[in-house]
C-alpha cells in the first residue's frame, strides 16, 4: 500500500467542500483525486478515480444510502466514511448498515478526519468521539434484539397459544379453541417457557413481549 492516500469528498455546500478539500491537499500525506455534490457524482467518482478513501454528506441529492451500499458492494476497496451535520443515531446506524466505514460530525476538527482516514483506510470502524458512545450503544442495544430474536424461534402453534394468553384463556380455553388436547397445550407451554426463561404464564407473556414475540404472532383461530 502506497503512504500516499487517495481520498475524494462528496457534499453539497461549496464553501465546505472546497475547503475540506484545499486542506486535505495541503497535507502531503494525501492525494485529493476528486470532488463531487450528489449522490450520483459520488458513484461517478469511485468508478473513475477508485480513491481509498470516500467522505461523503446525507443531505444532498439523491440516493445517499443507496450510493453507500452500492459502493460497498462493487467497489470494496473504496471505504466511505460519512461527513454530515445530523447527529442522529438512526441515521449513523444507518449508514454503517449501508457499509460506511465511518461517521464524522461536521464541526470535528480537522485532526479528528485525518484520525478518521488513518483508522478506515486500515479497516477499522471510525466514530466522531463526542458521538461515539450514542452510536455504539445503538449498536449493542440492536445486536442484543437481533440475538434475542434469533434465539427464540416460535412454532406457528406456539405464537398461536402464547396469542390467547396474551387475552388471558385457561388452558382448557386454548385446547378448545385449536382443537388441541389439554396435554398437548400443556406441552407447548413447557417447551415455550424453556425458551423464554420463564417460570409461570404470567412470566411467559411479560418475556415474549420483551423480545419482541407479540409483533410476530400467526393469527390466533377463535
Known amino acids: ?18 475547503g475540506i478539500a484545499v486542506l486535505f491537499g495541503r497535507n502531503p ?6 470532488t463531487g455534490n450528489s449522490a450520483d457524482a459520488a458513484l461517478r467518482i469511485v468508478e473513475k478515480h ?3 478513501i470516500l467522505f ?16 460497498s458492494r462493487s467497489q470494496p476497496n473504496v471505504k466511505t466514511v460519512v461527513f454530515t451535520a445530523f447527529s442522529s443515531v438512526d441515521s449513523a446506524l444507518r449508514a454503517l448498515d449501508a457499509g460506511a466505514m ?5 464541526g470535528s476538527t480537522l485532526t479528528e478526519m485525518f484520525e478518521a482516514t488513518e483508522a478506515v483506510r486500515h479497516g477499522e ?5 463526542q458521538y461515539a458512545s450514542q452510536v455504539m450503544g445503538g449498536l449493542r442495544n440492536r445486536a442484543r434484539q437481533d440475538e434475542i430474536n434469533r434465539a427464540i424461534k416460535l412454532s406457528v402453534r406456539e405464537k398461536q397459544i402464547l396469542e390467547h394468553l396474551m387475552h388471558g384463556r385457561t388452558n382448557r380455553e386454548i385446547a378448545d379453541s385449536l382443537l388441541l388436547s389439554e396435554k398437548t397445550v400443556k406441552h407447548y407451554m413447557t417447551n415455550m417457557m424453556s425458551k423464554l426463561h420463564a417460570r409461570n404464564r404470567v412470566e411467559l407473556v411479560i418475556e415474549a413481549q420483551k423480545s419482541g414475540q407479540r409483533e410476530q404472532f400467526a393469527p390466533a383461530r377463535y
Open 1 to 18: 500500500m502506497s503512504n500516499l492516500c487517495r481520498v475524494a469528498f462528496v457534499d453539497d455546500h461549496p464553501v465546505l467542500l472546497d
Open 29 to 34: 500525506a494525501f492525494e485529493v483525486v476528486a
Open 50 to 52: 477508485a480513491p481509498e
Open 56 to 71: 461523503l454528506d446525507l443531505s444532498m441529492p439523491g440516493n445517499v444510502f443507496g450510493a453507500i451500499a452500492e459502493i
Open 102 to 106: 465511518g461517521f464524522v460530525l461536521k
Open 125 to 129: 470502524l471510525f466514530i466522531t468521539k
